[in-house]
């Protein structure tokens, strides 16, 4: 009896230092996790595909403008977000470009001039953040620019589980996520 | 929630950063840049994505600071 | 041989403690964590004077996010420099409108879903008035009691600061209008 119990205790005692140690590697170094949505479309598929997220850059560090993050929802903390960063504190930024609006008449006409001289000045220790596919996206277009600690981590690269375990080299679809702002051509 | 955040025109921002001085000014060091985000529509069973292509002006200043100022325009996305 | 068998024994003992470390650090960042407050923006309640010695609280984390109160005090990282970290009191909830102070360039602010306002006890401080609400993902934990210099053990810190919130500052006007018509 004595000695069922003295087992009991060890196994729970492995079992407790062991999840901590993952927990601990998760929080410090690398992340990896499940993501859904079709907000980053193309660059991440809507369902099946799970993310590498670098926590070197939890609360802000080192991130430039075009790096994919995780962050909580401003709105929603239990809720975390994949998006890019298109604005650094201090950057003069369109509020929303991609507004699209169609030339019959004059009233869409200056509408759609309109949505590129709404510029936002991005503040101190914030980012503004924005889905890749602009069409399907709640960021912060609508919750405006998020606080820096509330990134948890940058997606370095991703797997997808729709892709087949081995496919011309690479494993279930792995890729990685490059920053996007680049010299124009 | 961020700290108000005014809304600026084009014409305040030009005035308030004088940024027509700023991006002429050959002690800047100025380069052009874009980042492609995507608008994408399901269609028959697919994706279909078109990308929308954002330009920005990306200046060191000539007292070291850092100065980006997005330039998109219709034009710009054609 | 009893050479080799302490350094045996030293080591075995070192893992041990080391596989714990990981349980500890979890603790300290989920469960439970002891803070120092810095500065004099929570005034009279924390740091009295300047030249007693600084407060350290015990800081709960376990489960906080939604058990947040009114009153509370809290830590959480700076909307304005994420490696800072503020300790303030939660004067409005979700909902609440408020009527702000300087510098805030708005009179009033409607605090957004999962938002607080936070303010120092003291007049002086970089608050909410500042920077605005903050969301609730900045929080790291509540302050429940003071746990260092003794002798400020049994501190009550469940109340203090002004009230801002509009509903009741506009209802208390109202009782005193009520009160001269009489």
Redesign the interface.
């Known amino acids: 009896m004595l000695d069922s119990v003295k087992t009991f205790t060890k196994i729970l005692s492995y079992i407790i230092r062991g999840g901590c140690t993952i927990h601990v590697f998760q929080s410090t170094f690398i992340e990896f996790t499940e993501t859904r949505g079709e907000s980053m479309l193309p660059t991440l598929n809507s369902a099946n595909d799970f993310v590498f997220s670098d926590k070197h850059y939890r609360n802000g560090r080192d991130l430039k403008i075009g790096d994919c993050i995780v962050a909580l929802k401003p709105t929603d903390p239990d809720q975390r977000v994949c998006k890019r960063i298109t604005g650094m504190p201090g950057d003069l930024i369109l509020i929303d470009p991609s507004l699209k609006n169609y030339y019959n008449g004059n009233k869409q006409e200056i509408e759609f001039e309109d949505s590129f001289n709404k510029y936002i000045r991005v503040p101190k220790g914030h980012v503004w953040v924005t889905g890749d596919n602009l069409a399907h996206s709640l960021d912060s277009r609508s919750y405006n620019s998020i606080p820096l600690g509330l990134v948890k981590g940058k997606i370095i690269a991703a797997n997808d589980f729709n892709k087949p375990f081995w496919e011309n080299g690479v494993i279930y679809g792995f890729r990685k996520i490059e920053n996007n702002y680049v010299d124009e051509a | 929630m961020a700290p108000p955040t005014p809304i600026l025109s084009k014409d305040e921002i030009l005035r308030a950063y004088k940024l027509d001085k700023m991006l002429k000014s050959p002690d800047n060091n100025c380069t052009l840049k874009s980042l492609t985000q995507f608008e994408c529509s399901f269609d028959n069973g697919l994706y279909k994505c078109n990308p929308f292509k954002r330009i920005f002006q990306d200046c060191i200043l000539s007292n070291g600071k850092r100065q980006v100022v997005e330039m998109t325009t219709s034009e710009t996305n054609e | 041989p009893l050479y080799k068998n302490t350094i045996a024994f030293t080591g075995k003992k070192v893992l041990l403690m080391i596989?714990?470390l990981?349980?500890a650090?979890?603790f300290n960042?989920h469960v439970a964590y002891v803070g120092k407050i810095e500065g004099s923006s929570m005034r009279p309640t924390m740091n009295p004077s300047s030249t007693s010695l600084q407060d350290w609280v015990l800081l709960w984390k376990f489960n906080v996010?939604d058990n947040l109160k009114l009153d509370d005090v809290i830590l959480?990282?700076?909307?304005?420099?994420?490696?800072k970290v503020l300790c303030k009191r939660i004067k409005a909830v979700q909902g609440d409108i408020v009527s702000t102070r300087h510098p805030?360039?708005?009179e009033t602010c409607a605090i957004?879903?999962?938002?607080l306002w936070a303010e120092g006890d003291n007049i002086h401080s970089i608050d909410s008035n500042?920077?605005?609400?903050?969301?609730?993902?900045?929080v790291i934990g509540k302050a429940t009691r003071i746990i260092w210099p003794p002798q400020r053990w049994g501190t009550d810190i469940s109340k203090g600061g002004r009230e801002c919130r509009m509903s009741l500052i506009t209802r208390e006007y109202d009782d005193v209008e009520e009160v001269k018509t009489e």
């Open positions: 596989s714990w990981p349980v650090i979890i960042e996010k959480f990282r700076s909307p304005t420099n994420p490696n805030y360039p708005r957004p879903r999962n938002h500042n920077f605005g609400p903050i969301s609730k993902g900045l």
